[in-house]
């Protein structure tokens, strides 16, 4: 296996940057995710490191190997990338075994190596047992670890994921994610896994690069984008954050200041250097509000919504200081809030998103 270096890479088609200088490193065996919106330069990005497109400026490493510079390109069958797409397209006249030995047959690798190596990636995916059936006689998850051993059976240095959870239902997902991560941990294998689903990201990845408009937002674990986001871009698209007008009050202290949030005075994270100022903005997340007991300091409003979800009721909150905001929290069902009625609620922590002139 070998590391993947992204550096300072753009692509741009026409006058358009799909991926607009970005930078990352993975590390020899760490399981990184691509995530962001539609059309944030996700797939553009696989497709440079594979070597279907080539960088217009920056270069990419893959190990110690220079494989993309803007003034040339390893081709991407000598990059000994794997590739798992969403459509795994396997070939239903050929068996389980014979479809993962093909790129090897074309190679003209002799059959005894070629079993061996079959029967190897077979056991890496758990799929001992398997080889003569058809593909039209295995489940969807089955089917898709096909495609997984089908591109280790090459011996790849890193194996890129596209989307590979796309097409399957709901209780499939959640499985094949167990999958997925019981494989990376039994084979260390360095994966670059691309999603516009967050729950698997999270789930699944050592690091998360977000991207927003072809630029990295933030590259962090998991932990840190959600306690921690850079802008308000992570701080809203991850977990549903609440991005809400601040002004901060005091220097930060031990990694906290204070800050006056839609008339409440709350003791929030931050990152060290933090002064006081008039405009800033801060993420909360639905565990940080909760209903103002009586007597408590908090932010008087309206309830917009209560969506009963069997359990807890998601409400959704406009508080009085600024009807544009809008709050959401869980409470236990049955919950005392109903859409139309007047409420108190109190932010107990959050985050100042980092940036901003001082005052
Ligand atoms: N060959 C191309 N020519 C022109 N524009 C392109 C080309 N490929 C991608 N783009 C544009 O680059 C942007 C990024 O596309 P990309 O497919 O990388 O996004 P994505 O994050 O993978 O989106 P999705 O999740 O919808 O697949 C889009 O605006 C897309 O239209």
Request: net charge neutral; charged share 25%; glycine share 8%.
């Amino acid at each position: 296996m070998a590391g993947l270096t992204i550096n300072g890479v753009t692509k741009t088609f026409g006058d358009f940057d799909a991926v607009k200088d970005v930078s990352i490193e993975v590390k020899d065996g760490e399981f990184l995710a691509v995530l962001g919106p539609s059309g944030c330069g996700k797939t553009t990005l696989l497709r440079l490191v594979a070597g279907f497109e080539n960088v217009t400026s920056g270069d990419i490493r893959i190990g110690n190997e220079i494989v993309s510079t803007a003034q040339g390109c390893v081709p991407p069958e000598k990059r000994r990338v794997g590739i798992v797409f969403q459509n795994y397209a396997l070939w239903p006249h050929m068996t389980v075994a014979e479809n993962i030995g093909y790129s090897l047959k074309v190679a003209k690798v002799d059959a005894e190596t070629r079993k061996r190596r079959v029967d190897d990636a077979m056991a890496l995916v758990d799929l001992k047992g398997f080889g003569d059936r058809r593909p039209a006689n295995l489940s969807g998850g089955q089917r898709q670890r096909v495609a997984l051993a089908r591109c280790l059976v090459a011996a790849p240095s890193l194996v890129l994921f596209d989307e590979p959870l796309a097409n399957l239902d709901v209780h499939l997902r959640a499985s094949m994610e167990d999958e997925f991560a019981a494989f990376h941990k039994r084979t260390g294998t360095t994966i670059v896994y691309i999603t516009h689903d967050q729950a698997e990201a999270m789930a699944l990845a050592d690091r998360i690069a977000v991207m927003d408009n072809g630029r990295l937002a933030q590259l962090a674990a998991p932990r840190e984008l959600y306690r921690e986001p850079a802008n308000e871009m992570v701080a809203s698209f991850i977990s549903e954050g609440m991005v809400i007008p601040a002004q901060v009050l005091s220097p930060a202290e031990s990694g906290h200041l204070k800050v006056s949030v839609l008339g409440q005075e709350v003791v929030v994270r931050c990152r060290d250097g933090e002064k006081p100022r008039h405009e800033a903005k801060v993420c909360c997340r639905a565990p940080d509000i909760s209903a103002a007991a009586p007597g408590e300091p908090g932010i008087d409003g309206t309830i917009r919504r209560a969506v009963h979800k069997g359990g807890v009721a998601r409400i959704e909150f406009a508080p009085d200081a600024d009807p544009t905001v809008t709050l959401h929290f869980e409470q236990p069902d049955p919950s005392p809030f109903e859409a139309g009625a007047k409420a108190r609620v109190r932010i107990a922590s959050g985050w100042l998103i980092p940036g901003g002139a001082s005052a």
